[in-house]
């Protein structure tokens, strides 16, 4: 029983890191109809400034955010007026080669600048509080609190405020949104800003809890296509569901599956993905739907 | 009539593509107060006239005069302060948003909220079958529902004049005939003035106080509504005999 506890709440933080994890490819994903390739290494770039913060002038990771996510605004808006703004309306396959070839360039330039050498990141949020039996990591709780906190704002600035619901309909219709006076390519540059924004703030939130290096991306890519799968496009509540889900199944697997060693999650992912993908195409919280073409 | 058109279109020649023009010299005119009809058979160009005049396709040569002021090649976001907003014919709500919601998006470009709240009073007035749907999904509404409030939203911003493109499409007759109604007893009652393009010629005309024929991207008969709908030709080649 304790050990079904503790791969339960285990599971939940983790979990709870993938759901922020997520949500930039997601939203990326359903209001520019761009799959982004390049989600891990933008993550791994958020990370590396955690780190140089932290190791250069020992701050706190978390505190990190001031930094991180308007950098990483600024990254985002460069990225999309130089980069993704041209690849927007041409056929998917043109906008999987960009974003694959950027994910490449920055990790080489990362390991180029600070080498292949794993980082590690102090917090001193660290230790643990015992629960019975039960362990629980004080960074990880943080981290879960933290992306909990994250999701909440997004979605009431989704929600609530005037850019939030332009960025919502723009990913509903394209040519409603322009029609209404939305001016889409400036929708486009601040949602994809916000999503780097994010995706380098989860790079920071991980940062303490595992290894940071140049090639920590790809899995993280992959593992966001998975739960993408499940959540459906853009959506923050299936987000949570996938993220939790995916955290949920890789920590069981770990736990009661001996002998397969740690990178199954990345196995589970996959078998997720594949399952989804031949049973239910259109995602198993929300609508795996394509984004409208403009006309 | 009055001297001056609020609209007025001058032998405008526009295409997707360059050396390509689907318009080869159209011209027309709307008047304040009016419903203007034009018809004509699919690839006669009808929806690029739209499009040109919202600035989603280029003229090349040609005008287009809005209350007297040059509008030719205008942005979209230029075309709505201008007064001139759009009931498109693809489904253009926002479908999961609320219809409340959609009804606010009509008037993004104001920052006045209090604004915002009183025009969507007036629509609910206007509609109250919308007031009834305020908060749900308009995506979840019928289809004639949707069209109620894409002309709901297109009235938020006051426009002068509201362009709808074929707002038969996808309808059932009944639900049409009653969308059809609605644009007659607005026009009767707040005054709006309409220029639309209808595939359902004869509905279309009915209403309208004018229509225009146009083909292979040029005028070919103009006239009142019930002067087209007795035209022979007119009748013979769009209205089935």
């Given amino acids: ?295 | 009539m009055n001297p001056t058109p609020l609209l007025e279109v001058h032998d405008i020649y526009a295409g997707y593509q360059v050396d390509l023009d689907i318009l080869r010299g159209v011209s027309l005119d709307v008047q304040s107060g009016e419903i203007v009809c034009v018809i004509g058979p699919n690839g006669a160009g009808k929806s690029t006239v739209f499009k040109a005049l919202y600035g989603f396709v280029p003229v090349r040569e040609g005008s287009v005069l809005f209350g007297g002021q040059d509008i030719t090649n205008i942005r979209p976001q230029e075309a709505l302060k201008a007064g001139i907003t759009i009931v498109p014919q693809l489904r253009s709500v926002f479908p999961q948003m609320t219809v409340r919601e959609n009804l606010e998006l009509g008037m993004y470009l104001e920052p006045n909220q209090t604004r915002v709240n009183e025009r969507i009073r007036y629509i609910f007035e206007l509609f109250p079958r919308l007031a009834e749907r305020a908060k749900q999904n308009a995506g979840t509404m019928s289809g004639g529902e949707q069209r109620m409030l894409e002309i709901g939203r297109a009235l938020m911003w006051e426009p002068q004049l509201m362009l709808m493109d074929e707002p038969s499409a996808g309808l059932a007759p009944l639900i049409t005939k009653n969308i059809f109604e609605s644009v007659r007893r607005l026009n009767e009652e707040i005054g709006l003035t309409v220029l639309m393009i209808e595939q359902n010629a004869r509905q279309g005309l009915e209403i309208s106080h004018r229509g225009y024929v146009l083909e292979l991207g040029q005028n070919s008969y103009a006239g009142t509504g019930r002067e087209l709908l007795a035209n022979p030709e007119v009748r013979r080649a769009f209205l089935g005999g």
């Fill in chain 1, 1 to 295: 029983m304790d050990q079904f506890n503790q791969a339960l709440i285990n599971g939940i933080m983790l979990g709870g890191f993938y759901a922020v994890m997520v949500l930039g490819f997601s939203i990326i994903w359903g209001v520019m109809g761009v799959i982004n390739l390049a989600h891990g290494e933008l993550l791994m770039v958020g990370a590396y400034l955690t780190w140089m913060l932290n190791k250069g002038w020992g701050w706190e990771p978390f505190a990190a955010i001031i930094i991180v996510a308007p950098a990483m605004f600024a990254l985002g808006y460069g990225l999309q007026y130089v980069l993704i703004n041209r690849i927007i309306e041409r056929p998917p396959l043109i906008s999987l080669l960009v974003t694959f070839s950027l994910s490449i360039i920055i990790a080489n330039v990362v390991k180029l600048i600070y080498t292949a050498t794993p980082r590690s990141v102090n917090t001193m949020f660290d230790g643990f509080w015992r629960l019975g039996n039960i362990t629980i990591p004080v960074t990880k709780s943080v981290v879960l609190v933290a992306a909990l906190l994250i999701m909440a704002m997004l979605h009431l600035f989704l929600q609530k405020t005037r850019l939030g619901k332009s960025i919502r309909a723009a990913a509903q219709n394209r040519e409603a949104a322009r029609i209404v006076g939305i001016e889409i390519n400036h929708v486009y540059a601040i949602t994809f800003a916000i999503c780097v924004a994010l995706t380098g703030v989860a790079g920071m939130l991980i940062s303490p809890t595992q290894a940071v290096f140049p090639f920590m991306g790809p899995p993280l890519t992959l593992k966001a296509f998975a739960i993408t799968a499940l959540s459906g496009l853009g959506s923050i509540p299936g987000a949570l569901m996938g993220g939790m889900m995916l955290g949920l199944v890789e920590i069981f697997i770990a736990t009661y599956v001996p002998g397969i060693g740690t990178n199954l999650g990345i196995v589970a992912s996959f078998v997720i993905l594949v399952v989804v993908l031949v049973t239910r195409p259109q995602g198993l919280f929300g609508g795996l739907k394509p984004v409208e073409q403009a006309h």
